[in-house]
T-cell receptor
């Protein structure tokens, strides 16, 4: 099993550009989520999904969109990138639950906005 | 919402010594308390977790304690080894979401 796979691993964007960060899991997990990691601030929840067709906002959702059309995939979209969105982005998945189940993380996408 | 405070932000210990990292949380609805280890360039990996109906849990050199009344929990690593050097995150979870602390950079000196 590959677990949680994130692509790309690195990306540089210009302010105003759009892009999609991909996340796929092969563990048939219902719950998937996106976090951003900034120095000294731990991981902050952006959006999460409890199953296909269902998404909800986390702590820092502004500037990001998500959709969940299949169990396996949970892409994160930046519609108009801003320098404040420079960060490392992690996707996670878990079997059932939400915040009270062990999370499996991908290895992250390092995003720089110039 | 939930707020998780983690201390210290950096910790250096001699190989073979013990390391302790402490966290506090604010929301009494939190009932799940995992600890993650993150190595450079990698995603966080779960190393141990504890639920609110348990006061202590141990797995080889790693142990976690939980004090629900005081709303704090701690990670204890005994007989530290160089490969324990990493960033450690605590978190507090409920049915809706998981909230992380700000992380502790642990360095084990040979």
């Amino acid at each position: 099993n590959a677990g949680v796979t994130q692509t790309p691993k690195f990306q540089v964007l210009k302010t105003g550009q759009s892009m999609t960060l991909q996340c796929a899991q092969d563990m048939n997990h219902e719950y998937m989520s996106w976090y951003r990691q900034d120095p000294g601030m731990g991981l902050r929840l952006i959006h999460y999904s409890v199953g296909a067709g269902i998404t909800d906002q986390g702590e820092v959702p502004n500037g990001y969109n998500v959709s969940r059309s299949t169990t396996e995939d949970f892409p994160l979209r930046l519609l108009s990138a801003a320098p404040s969105q420079t960060s490392v982005y992690f996707c996670a998945s878990s079997f059932g639950g939400g915040g009270n189940q062990p999370q499996h993380f991908g290895d992250g996408t390092r995003l720089s906005i110039l | 919402g939930e707020n998780v405070e983690q201390h210290p932000s950096t910790l250096s210990v001699q190989e073979g010594d013990s390391a302790v990292i402490k966290c506090t949380y604010s929301d009494s609805a939190s009932n799940y308390f995992p600890w993650y280890k993150q190595e450079l360039g990698k995603g966080p990996q779960l190393i141990i977790d504890i639920r609110s109906n348990v006061g202590e849990k141990k797995d080889q050199r790693i142990a976690v304690t939980l004090n629900k009344t005081a709303k704090h929990f701690s990670l204890h690593i005994t007989e530290t080894q160089p490969e324990d050097s990493a960033v450690y995150f605590c978190a507090a979870g409920s049915a809706r979401q998981l909230t992380f602390g700000s992380g502790t950079q642990l360095t084990v000196l040979p």
